[in-house]
């Protein structure tokens, strides 16, 4: 699996009009787009994505922030795709992302940060049939 991974560009960074600029940096990192989608995340859709975290204390306000608004999936491959996209996008706090990273420019907080990375390649293979459906990975070729 080690050259694909999952990117959402979050609402927050949806809202601010970065969608082109994150997927220029993205391919001039030479990272290749397989597949994209915009769509709005229901409650059940939150629940089972995020459900590793219900039950912590920010976990309602997680749900709310990720179903008020359009988010963008993007299935991206490259070597060592989830290490090198978690190092592009920064720390998960904004403030102390390194500086130039997406998470830097564009976060707003830890929980408004931007943009989602799967951090393994178990979580790949669990968040992306989350959001694509059988038939989008066959139309553009996805092998999971």
């Known amino acids: 699996m080690k050259n694909i991974t ?16 994150i997927i220029q ?5 030479k990272f290749e787009v397989l597949a994209i989608k915009s769509f709005v995340m229901t409650e ?3 629940d089972k994505f995020y459900e590793m975290h219900k039950g912590k204390s920010f976990f309602p306000k997680l749900v709310d922030f990720m179903t008020n608004g359009l988010s963008i999936a993007i299935i991206l491959k490259k070597s060592n795709a989830v290490l090198d996209l978690r190092n592009f996008i920064g720390s998960t706090d904004p ?50």
Not at 15 to 20: R, Y
Not at 25 to 29: A, G, I, M, Q, S
């Open 6 to 21: 999952l990117l959402i560009i979050k609402p927050n960074a949806v809202k601010k009009h970065v969608i082109g600029d």
């Open 25 to 29: 940096k993205l391919e001039n990192d």
């Open 44 to 46: 059940a859709i939150a």
């Open 95 to 144: 403030q102390s992302a390194s500086k130039g990273s997406i998470r830097a420019l564009y976060g707003d907080d830890i929980t408004r940060n931007a943009v989602h990375a799967s951090d393994s390649d178990e979580n790949v293979l669990r968040e992306i049939p989350i959001l694509f459906s059988d038939e989008e990975l066959g139309n553009n070729k996805i092998k999971l």
